[in-house]
């Protein structure tokens, strides 16, 4: 079954530094997002990209952040001078389509999640 | 705030108890959504319920939603060692962005 995949697994920076994180989405997906998961904390948004453009972003997705389709498969989470607070799980997903399709429609074929980045800022 | 909080925050059940999980929102929504986690792993989509349906199963799944009380249940039947994970609820505006907003989910162990 296809899957989402991330790549680190694992990602130690110095505060000030820039990381990328890099995810696979599923081959014929359109729809593309990164979420973020803070320890012990809740799931939280960042941005949702389509048709190479951030269709939608969260106010956590400040100038210091910025996402990228550079080829056909990767689709990439740049953090240009990592926080201390910049330390979660970054989780990348894919989807098929619109989630207002989908879910108008009743499927729940909308977002496939990927197993996640830990970064960790010291 | 549009987020959904669940109840309980943890939830410790034998095999093949039934394990039931609530969600609460405060404002009108398009559709809530479940989803698994497990220890250091991604999110898996499980259920989702749309604003208009008021019950729907899924395998050993069982999702309710009462808009009145904006509150929704999560009934796992005859649960199992591997259903241990936390489970989140997520919840789409009404009117608004789609993209699902998640409350602090509820940890669930299941004791063998």
């Known amino acids: 079954e296809p899957e989402v995949t991330q790549t680190p697994s694992h990602q130690v920076t110095q505060m000030g530094q820039e990381v990328i994180l890099r995810c696979v989405p599923i081959s014929n997906h359109l729809y593309f997002y990164w979420y973020r998961q803070i320890l012990g904390q809740k799931v939280e948004f960042l941005v949702s990209?389509?048709?190479?453009?951030?269709?939608?972003k969260s106010e956590i997705f400040d100038d210091q952040f910025s996402v990228e389709r550079p080829d056909g498969s990767n689709f990439t989470l740049k953090i240009r001078s990592t926080k201390l607070e910049d330390s979660a799980m970054y989780f990348c997903a894919s989807g098929p389509f619109h989630p207002a399709t989908g879910w108008t429609s009743g499927s729940t074929d909308t977002q496939y999640f990927g197993p996640g980045t830990r970064l960790t800022v010291l | 705030s549009q987020q959904g909080e669940e109840d309980p925050q943890a939830l410790s059940i034998q095999e093949g108890e039934n394990a039931t999980m609530n969600c609460s929102y405060k404002?009108?929504?398009?559709?809530l959504q479940w989803y698994r986690q497990n220890s250091g792993r991604g999110l898996v989509h499980l259920i989702l319920?749309?604003?208009?349906?008021r019950e729907k199963h899924s395998g050993r799944l069982r999702v309710t939603l009462d808009t009145s009380k904006k509150s929704s249940s999560l009934l796992i039947t005859a649960s199992r060692a591997a259903d241990t994970a936390s489970y989140f609820c997520?919840?789409?505006?009404?009117?608004?962005?789609?993209?699902?907003?998640f409350g602090r989910g509820t940890s669930l162990i299941v004791h063998p």
């Open positions: 404002t009108s929504i398009n559709n």
């Open positions: 990209f389509y048709n190479n453009e951030i269709s939608e």
């Open positions: 319920i749309r604003s208009n349906e």
């Open positions: 997520a919840t789409a505006a009404s009117g608004g962005s789609y993209i699902p907003t």
